[in-house]
Every structure is written in C-alpha cells, then in structure tokens.
T-cell receptor
Framework: KAGVTQTPRYLIKTRGQQVTLSCSPISGHRSVSWYQQTPGQGLQFLFEYFSETQRNKGNFPGRFSGRQFSNSRSEMNVSTLELGDSALYLC???????????FGNGTRLTVT | GENVEQHPSTLSVQEGDSAVIKCTYSDSASNYFPWYKQELGKRPQLIIDIRSNVGEKKDQRIAVTLNKTAKHFSLHITETQPEDSAVYFCAASKGNNDMRFGAGTRLTVKP
C-alpha cells in the first residue's frame, strides 16, 4: 500500500499570503489529522477529519482551516500568513479511532 | 482538551544502558497511549502502543507501562544502541482520534 502523501514538500510564502496544503491518506483510511511541528513545541494538533466532517479541533486561530473530500483526501488552508506560521505541517491518517497514526513526510512552510 | 507532559526533554545514555521516558496526561477518559520515534529529517513512526485495559506491554527491547490511577505512562528501552538515537513522542487519545502529543524527548545513545 502506498503511504500518506503530502504535497508540496516545500513552500515559501510571504506574510499576508495564503497557502493550501494537500494530503492523500493510505487507501482505506477515513480519518485524517493535521499537526504543526516546530522546534521545541513538539506536535501541535490542528484538526481531524472523518468522512468529510471535522470531528476535533485544536487551539489554533480561525486562519487555519481544513476540509476532507469524499475520497478521504484532505486539504489544509492557512490565510493571512504570519512569520510564526513557519513550521513543518504533518498529515496523518488512520483506519479508525484509537488506531495508530501513519504520518506523511510533511510540508515545510517558510513565511518571509 | 487533553494535556500531555513529557520528561525529560533530553536524555543521554551510554550504549547498552537503559533509557526511561515518562509522560503524564490530564484527561482520565484517555484510553489509548502510543509512542512515536522520529529520526532526524524523517516522519514520526509508531514504535509501541498500549490501551487502558493493559498495564504493561513489551516488544523486544521496548516496553511501555501505564498507571491509570496516577495518569502516567512510561517508555523503557533496554540495551540501547546508537540507532535508538532519535526524538521520542508520547501521545494520548480518548478514542475519537483527538490525539495529543507530548513535547518530545531527544535521546542520544553514545557509543
């Protein structure tokens, strides 16, 4: 089975712009979660989608949003980018609740 | 939401020694506790997990213990090897995939 695929791998954006990141889960996995990883902050939970519905949300501002499509692929959008949004954004898929997360390689976003 | 604390933030051991990483969680409803290993420049990967109906689980040199009353769980690595050097993350979940992670422990195994 193909693993979790995230595109693009790298992004450089300017403050104030917006960005969309994409995640294709493992075939058959209906849950997709997004995490922000920064040095010293670990993995911060953004949100989780299951069957096109957002079930859980972390403590991030409304500038961070996401969606999931009928084929379980998910996108994450960040609007009005700030310098502090520079991070590695990881997507993870899982088969069901309380099952292991399978991470993608991430999208490294740099905001200048 | 769930809050997971992890200690220590860095750990250095000699090859062959044991390493222990500890985590505490806040929500007593949490019932799934996985551990992930992230090598430099790579994605986090599951190394072991434990569910709330079990107190201990072992997989070769790795073991995890869970104390539900005290709300803490620990990762034990025995006979450490240089390839065990990585960042380790603990996590807790209530069963709805709202999985929260600790801040990570950077383990260095010195040859």
């Amino acid at each position: 089975k193909a693993g979790v695929t995230q595109t693009p791998r790298y992004l450089i954006k300017t403050r104030g712009q917006q960005v969309t990141l994409s995640c294709s889960p493992i075939s058959g996995h209906r849950s997709v979660s997004w995490y922000q990883q920064t040095p010293g902050q670990g993995l911060q939970f953004l949100f989780e989608y299951f069957s096109e519905t957002q079930r859980n949300k972390g403590n991030f501002p409304g500038r961070f949003s996401g969606r999931q499509f009928s084929n379980s692929r998910s996108e994450m959008n960040v609007s009005t980018l700030e310098l502090g949004d520079s991070a590695l954004y990881l997507c993870a898929s899982s088969l069901m609740g309380n099952s292991p997360l399978h991470f993608g390689n991430g999208t490294r976003l740099t905001v200048t | 939401g769930e809050n997971v604390e992890q200690h220590p933030s860095t750990l250095s051991v000699q090859e062959g020694d044991s390493a222990v990483i500890k985590c505490t969680y806040s929500d007593s409803a949490s019932n799934y506790f996985p551990w992930y290993k992230q090598e430099l420049g790579k994605r986090p990967q599951l190394i072991i997990d434990i569910r709330s109906n079990v107190g201990e689980k072992k997989d070769q040199r790795i073991a995890v213990t869970l104390n539900k009353t005290a709300k803490h769980f620990s990762l034990h690595i025995t006979e450490t090897q240089p390839e065990d050097s990585a960042v380790y993350f603990c996590a807790a979940s209530k069963g709805n995939n709202d999985m929260r992670f600790g801040a990570g422990t950077r383990l260095t195994v010195k040859p």
